[in-house]
């Protein structure tokens, strides 16, 4: 897939056929990628627990905020809830650089997951406490962003944002996403 067409396609997706599960050597194949993205000064201090099966699934989906736009929505209802999560760690410390190297390697994460043919949504709000119980968080550090993952179960529309940048959903449950034009947010001299 030609990388204009990646970027077009990767969409935050937030219902999936949670019966199709994913291997864990799939999402570690994600993973692999960010281990591959730049980072400052190639420190590479991000680590990343993989989380797959059913049950720990479960027990990390409650943590969850979705779709803060989407009020009447309470998120994905049982059987279009991920079928793995992606949960990257950092340095308790924070230094100027965490958040865009954890941003920079999302980035990596969902680019991958959609060429792999997985639907992905990055996730910044959610309880810290349970999530860093859950999974197999280093000693001195905490997780930042949470990717949930699986084959996509929903429509997702790119339009253009002419007034409104919240997303929404139609009639039929499609998901539109509006975008700001490219004039709009590129500033010449
Ligand atoms: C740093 C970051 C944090 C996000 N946190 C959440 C979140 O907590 N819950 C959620 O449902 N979506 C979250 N998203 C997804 C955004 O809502 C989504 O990227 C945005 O609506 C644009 O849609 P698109 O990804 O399809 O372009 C987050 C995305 C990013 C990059």
Same mark, same amino acid.
């Given at each position: 897939?030609?990388? $204009?067409?990646?970027?077009?396609?990767?969409?935050?997706? @937030?219902?999936?056929? /949670? $019966?199709?599960?994913? $291997? @864990?050597?799939? !999402?570690?194949?994600?993973? %692999?990628?960010?281990? *591959?993205?730049? +980072?400052?000064?190639?420190?590479?201090?991000?680590?990343?627990?993989?989380?797959?099966?059913?049950? +720990?699934?479960?027990?990390?989906? &409650?943590?969850?905020?979705?779709?803060?736009?989407?009020?009447?929505?309470?998120?994905?209802?049982?059987?279009? @809830?991920?079928?793995?999560?992606?949960?990257?760690?950092?340095?308790?410390?924070?230094? &100027?650089?965490?958040?865009? %190297?954890?941003?920079?390697?999302?980035?990596?994460?969902? *680019? $991958?997951?959609?060429?792999?043919?997985?639907?992905?949504?990055? !996730?910044?709000?959610?309880?810290?406490?349970?999530?860093?119980?859950?999974?197999?968080? &280093?000693?001195?550090?905490?997780?930042?962003?949470?990717?949930?993952?699986?084959?996509?179960?929903?429509?997702? !529309?790119?339009?253009?944002?002419?007034? %409104?940048?919240?997303?929404?959903?139609?009639? *039929?449950?499609?998901?539109?996403? &509006?975008?700001?034009? *490219?004039?709009?947010?590129?500033?010449? /001299?």
């Amino acid at each position: 897939m030609r990388f $204009s067409e990646l970027a077009l396609e990767t969409r935050s997706i @937030r219902r999936f056929k /949670q $019966s199709v599960r994913l $291997s @864990r050597e799939k !999402i570690l194949a994600f993973v %692999d990628s960010a281990r *591959l993205a730049p +980072n400052a000064a190639n420190l590479q201090v991000l680590r990343f627990s993989v989380v797959t099966s059913e049950k +720990n699934c479960a027990t990390i989906f &409650p943590a969850l905020k979705w779709a803060g736009y989407l009020e009447e929505w309470a998120g994905p209802e049982e059987g279009e @809830r991920p079928a793995a999560y992606i949960v990257i760690h950092a340095p308790g410390e924070e230094k &100027p650089y965490t958040r865009m %190297d954890v941003g920079i390697a999302a980035a990596y994460i969902v *680019l $991958s997951a959609r060429e792999a043919g997985c639907g992905s949504c990055i !996730i910044m709000s959610f309880d810290c406490g349970i999530v860093a119980g859950e999974v197999n968080t &280093p000693e001195d550090y905490r997780p930042l962003l949470v990717i949930a993952l699986g084959v996509s179960g929903e429509e997702v !529309i790119l339009e253009t944002a002419l007034k %409104d940048i919240r997303y929404w959903r139609d009639e *039929l449950g499609r998901h539109h996403v &509006p975008k700001l034009r *490219l004039f709009e947010i590129v500033t010449e /001299q």
